[in-house]
């Protein structure tokens, strides 16, 4: 069965330092990998997935990620964080065949002034 | 254009009562997936539905429902709420194929 693993519950990172933020993920087949960021009481918006092709995404508002088989990781990062970018962050992932997509527990980020 | 639309925004009701949760897909899109998230804790996938039929369902009782229309809007509903389905429902749109899902704001159901 498919599974996601955030090893975080929260990262703190000061202002126009690099962030990262780490998912793990678990599927029989080829991976379909996502990242989402939710704000406080609102639904979960698409930051980035991978599908095939370049290891490294480019994403929404500065973010990538980098997909890692061997590790079978993908985690999240961006080069300089900014105090807007604290939220809720939650890595997805759907098996190749399947239709349902499943998440992490999810990841607070707060970015330090 | 709109994007996922849900309504009610928030609901109470008490143990043993039916709820229903109501989805608008964003435009384009023909496939709905439901969403149950929990205080604290990431979605966990209910059922999706395509051309007005459960194509997939996660690990949630008979008690869960739901329904497409032919215009793609659908509906989840709960029977004999328990105290444990206390939590933000989420609905999301897409279209076929490997494409990223687009959410709603959700409906925080709450029971007492």
């Known amino acids: 069965a498919q599974s996601v693993a955030q090893p975080e519950d929260q990262v703190n990172v000061a202002e126009g330092n690099p962030l990262t933020v780490k998912c793990t993920y678990s599927v029989s087949g080829n991976p379909y990998l996502f990242w989402y960021v939710q704000y406080p009481n609102r639904g979960l918006q698409f930051l980035l997935k991978?599908?095939?092709?370049?290891?490294l995404v480019k994403g929404s508002y500065g973010f990538e990620a980098e997909f890692n088989k061997s590790q079978t990781s993908f985690h999240l990062k961006k080069p300089s964080a900014l105090v807007s970018d604290s939220a809720l962050y939650f890595c997805?992932?759907?098996?190749?065949?399947?239709?349902?997509?499943?998440f992490g527990k999810g990841t607070r980020l707060h970015i330090l002034p | 254009d709109a994007g996922v639309t849900q309504s009610p925004t928030h609901l109470i009701k008490t143990r043993g009562q039916q709820v229903t949760l109501r989805c608008s897909p964003k435009s384009g899109h023909d496939t709905v997936s439901w969403y149950q998230q929990a205080l604290g804790q990431g979605p966990q996938f209910i059922f999706q539905y395509y051309e007005e039929e459960e194509r997939q369902r996660g690990n949630f009782p008979d008690r869960f429902s739901g329904h497409q229309f032919p215009n793609y809007s659908s509906e989840l509903n709960v029977n004999a709420l328990l105290l444990g389905d206390s939590a933000l429902y989420l609905c999301?749109?897409?279209?076929?194929?490997?494409?990223?899902?687009?959410f709603g704001d959700g409906t925080r159901l709450s029971i007492l």
């Open positions: 997805a992932v759907r098996d190749g065949g399947d239709d349902k997509i499943i």
């Open positions: 991978y599908i095939t092709g370049d290891n």
């Open positions: 999301a749109s897409s279209t076929q194929g490997y494409q990223p899902q687009h």
